[in-house]
């Protein structure tokens, strides 16, 4: 089975379920975790369980998981009372956390203590990392915000999946968007540059997953056993 | 410059500063509750940069050696809160920008906050805690009914308590929990073997080890029940194997000042239950008289940390 960790009204999510339907994919979502059936140990004592797609399944069941959320949003709680949806949410978000991180089978991205995938970084974090390994890269923000506006400019997208990019035939944008996946602790990682190509302009740990190129390389990350 | 960012009157925060001044440390006291005239620019590339901007003038971000942060969520600060909309979002806009700022800059920081983060997942911080050599208890999280049941029988008695960070009370599971077990299939609640014995918190601030013993009847000694149970705190000198573990567990977590939790059984066996990132170390120091606001002045004095590159 693939476990899709997302909310349950995430479109996009539901768009990758229905495409890998043939490989067991299901989505994990936060009504799942409000379910009997969930079982963690730490130290570990016995196999933990899960509850996904409504079904008690042991972990070992589990072949790969990609998680599509950075954390559970008391908003999404509506079977809560709504003085009850932020503690119930930090509550999920903790067990979660715990949860990913004991699963041995690949998971994309890896939580870490400030999201349930990849290092949550902001637009500083990246731009520091990009510019300590050698990418142009620059990250200004000023207080209070004026124009009250955010500026994009066009850029180039480079998505790389383990060590395979996508998106560009550039091998230079392609080795710096897997630099930066590694500085990260990444194995999925959207980067987009300038369209000059000379400049690192932002990073993001949910790529948009359209490309059937792109998924096929997910999935096939997700079944590799580790 | 030393920045100190939270509120004045926090306790912690205001024992470091009057530390820092006691060793005419410069200080930029920042209060979280009154954001009214600051402006922040703050440049990243290879290097951290930027300005920040205060009614009684302006401050060079470089020139901050050191920072020790004990912020608030800024829309549960009624200062804040109580004002307008526009008033909360930059308050928070501006926590954001400072909290960036400390993830990046090379200066020494109390404590980076996603090195913090760990704490607010306490099975999480248990497996890592594990993973350093220390006995952790057996703790469950489960929305199972029967499970817990299984659990309770191995262990015979055991507590409960929240998951995250959010406080909550230690209590004794008791039969009479029982008409409740059906709520659990609502929310993963933990629990967690209970583990007999005096408390110890033990504040670690660089290589400084501050330890105190707490007795106490209550399940949780922070919320006694009645004066019997109001613990008792007094300073001790950890076993010198067992301080240098908790000097390299705050190090492997990337903690410079932290607030740990151990349980000593009858037997002598070592329990840790929980790393603190941001304790609230005067409630022991008052009691006990240790130096920790000291300790804490000196390391921030220190200056930026050898390896203070930015991982």
Known sequence: ?226 | MILLWGLPKDSPVAAVNAALARLGQPVLLLDQQDARGVELDLCVDREVSGVLRLPQGECHLETMTAAYIRPYESSRLQAIHARSTTVSSQAAAFDDALLSWCEVTPARVINRPSAMASNHSKPYQSSLIHGQGFDVPETLVTTDAAVLEAFWQRHGQIVYKSISGVRSIVTRLTPSHRERFANLAHCPTQFQQWIPGDDYRVHVAGDDVFACRVTSSATDYRYPHSEEQAPEIQPCTLPADLADRCRRLAAALSLELVGIDLRRTPDGQWFCFEVNPSPGFTYYEQVTGQPIADAIARLLSSGVPANGVWT
């Open chain 1, 1 to 226: 089975m693939i476990v899709v960790v997302a909310s349950t009204y995430d479109v996009r999510a539901q768009r990758i379920v229905a495409h890998w339907g043939s490989h067991g994919a299901t989505m994990l979502t936060a009504e799942d975790l409000c379910m009997p059936g969930w079982s963690l140990t730490v130290p570990k004592l016995i196999e933990p369980t899960a509850v996904i797609g409504g079904r008690t399944v042991p972990a070992a069941e589990i072949r790969g998981i990609l998680t599509l959320r950075p954390c559970i949003f008391p908003e999404e709680l509506q079977g809560f009372h709504s003085s009850d949806r932020k503690y119930v949410a930090a509550e999920l978000n903790a067990f979660l956390l715990a949860w990913l991180s004991a699963q041995s089978c690949p998971v994309l991205n890896r939580p870490t203590a400030c999201s349930l995938a990849g290092p949550n970084w902001r637009a500083e974090q990246w731009a520091h990392a990009a510019a300590g390994l050698g990418i142009p890269a620059r990250s200004r923000r000023s207080l209070p915000n004026r124009d009250g506006v955010a500026h994009s400019e066009p850029s180039l997208n480079v998505i790389a999946v383990g060590e395979h990019c996508f998106g560009c035939d550039d091998s230079v944008l392609s080795d710096w968007t897997r630099q930066l996946a590694r500085a990260a602790g990444v194995d999925l990682l959207s980067a987009s540059y300038s369209i000059d190509r000379s400049r690192f302009l932002a990073a993001n740990i949910w790529p948009s997953l359209s490309d059937p190129a792109v998924l096929a390389a997910v999935r096939e990350m997700l079944e590799s056993r580790r």
